[in-house]
């Protein structure tokens, strides 16, 4: 039998753009339904083993927090499980970030989700989209017991790489203005290291000295985020390019990053103070894609313009983590923003210009590759996602936003715009 469902509003992907915009949804009144192809809600936080929320806070010691809303309600209920919450701005770029073990995250995810209203379902993977003259009308889903159809009124898209958009034939954009994306990463957790944190230029120095005594070390340069206090963290420097998204490109990427992880490993070991007994917890398991696809929306949030920190009247919600660019295996590129500083993220940057009714949040919205080196980070993709919840709930009617009425439900909602 054929299984059906009906709702107002519907999301796919439950990261964190897609829990804020499921939730957002339904705290706005709108019947919500949630898809998610992996087991487990978090998204790149407990898929991939990123574990440190950025874009909570404006950069430098003086930080202010500029995304409360849910996404603050994560962090709360984080810390109610003995999280350390305090932000850490960085020694090496002031950037501030929030650590975490992504096994709570799940947890706090499936709670949030429990108290909600919203319909959800893990293992459900959407593979194709009915599009009529720009209306969306119902996704097809696939389980391990056939398929289902979600027929709804409007539609987000976080499901990080625009897949929504993209099988309903709408244009993305892709990389920068020569076609080339950031490098991914596929982060791995090591325990019995050093309770201290572990320097940049440390690592760096350790790396070098492994290449120079034979070990295969491709990118020279990134970090080992460390839960504060503890014996274990989380290296993301295994990285390379994926230049496409399909089954045959993600199995060769992942295969030649879990060997990388080994390459990193023995180089920590030998060449890292303190590393001789660090031991491999896990990987991944999934690679952490950075840069995918993108919407082309009603608007366009541009690098060179969020830098300078603009605030705009049709703001719904703000962004303030440096663009952090990796194309390069000998350093990582910040742009940054002046500190204590944000920027405003239009409602237009959520809104796919060639449908009426389908939105975006997380690192699909419309932007330039340089802006998305910000907007991309967990943080801000709690506050876009909500947005874009609320702006789907509140035009069901797919009638044009009103911008002013996504703003009070989003102030209602405790969020920051």
Same mark, same amino acid.
Request: glycine letters at 10%.
């Given at each position: 039998? /054929? ?8 999301v796919v992907g439950g990261g964190a753009a897609g829990i804020a915009a499921a939730i957002g ?23 991939? /083993? ?55 995250? @799940? ?8 108290? &909600? ?12 989209v009915v599009n009529n003259n720009g209306m969306i009308e119902e996704i097809k889903c696939t ?7 979600? #027929? ?46 572990? =320097? ?7 790396? @070098? ?7 295969? *070390? @491709?990118?020279?340069?990134? =970090? ?64 952490? *894609? ?25 703001? *719904? ?13 000998? &350093?990582? #590129? ?30 699909? *919205? ?22 874009a919840g609320v702006a789907a709930a509140l035009t069901l009617d797919n009638t044009s936003y009103?911008?002013?009425?996504? /703003? ?10």
């Amino acid at each position: 039998m /054929q299984r059906h469902i009906e709702c107002d509003v519907a999301v796919v992907g439950g990261g964190a753009a897609g829990i804020a915009a499921a939730i957002g949804a339904s705290r706005a009144g709108a019947r919500t339904v949630l898809i998610e192809r992996n087991p487990y809600f978090g998204g790149q936080a407990t898929n991939s /083993q990123v574990t440190a929320y950025c874009g909570f806070f404006t950069r430098g010691e003086n930080y202010d927090q500029v995304v409360q809303g849910i996404g603050g309600e994560v962090l709360k209920k984080l810390e109610a499980y003995g999280t350390n919450i305090h932000p850490r701005p960085s020694k090496s770029t002031g950037n501030v970030s929030v650590s975490f073990n992504p096994e709570y995250v @799940k947890l706090v995810m499936d709670q949030m989700l429990k108290k &909600s209203s919203v319909e959800y379902f893990l293992h459900a993977q959407m593979y194709e989209v009915v599009n009529n003259n720009g209306m969306i009308e119902e996704i097809k889903c696939t389980d391990d017991e056939g398929t289902f159809t979600v #027929k709804a009124k409007a539609f987000v898209d976080a499901s990080g790489n625009a897949n929504l958009v993209h099988f309903a034939g709408i244009a993305t954009n892709w990389g920068d203005a020569e076609g080339k994306v950031q490098q991914s990463s596929l982060p791995f957790r090591i325990d019995n290291i050093p309770a201290r944190e572990i =320097l940049k230029p440390d690592i760096e120095a350790a790396l @070098k000295k492994a290449k120079e005594n034979g070990i295969e *070390i @491709k990118k020279e340069t990134g =970090l080992i985020i460390k839960i504060p206090d503890k014996t274990y963290g989380y290296c993301t420097i295994p990285s390379t390019i994926v230049p496409t998204l399909d089954a045959e490109t993600l199995t060769e990427t992942e295969m030649e990053l879990r060997s990388q992880v080994h390459n990193y490993a023995m180089a920590f070991k030998n060449y890292l103070d303190g590393f001789q007994d660090m031991i491999i917890s896990s990987s991944g398991p999934a690679v952490g *894609i950075r840069e995918a696809r993108r919407i082309i929306g009603d608007k366009m949030l541009k690098g060179e313009e969020i830098i300078m920190a603009p605030k705009s009247d049709d703001s *719904i919600a703000r962004g303030a983590w440096s663009p952090e660019m990796h194309k390069s295996n000998t &350093s990582i #590129k910040y742009t940054h923003i002046p500190d204590n500083e944000y920027f405003s993220i239009p409602l237009g940057c959520l809104k796919v210009k060639d449908a009426k009714n389908l939105w975006a949040a997380g690192r699909t *919205i419309s932007t330039d590759s340089l802006a998305l080196g910000s907007v991309r980070v967990m943080g801000t993709g709690f506050a876009t996602g909500q947005a874009a919840g609320v702006a789907a709930a509140l035009t069901l009617d797919n009638t044009s936003y009103d911008v002013k009425a996504v /703003q009070e439900e989003l102030v209602n909602q405790g969020a920051l715009i």
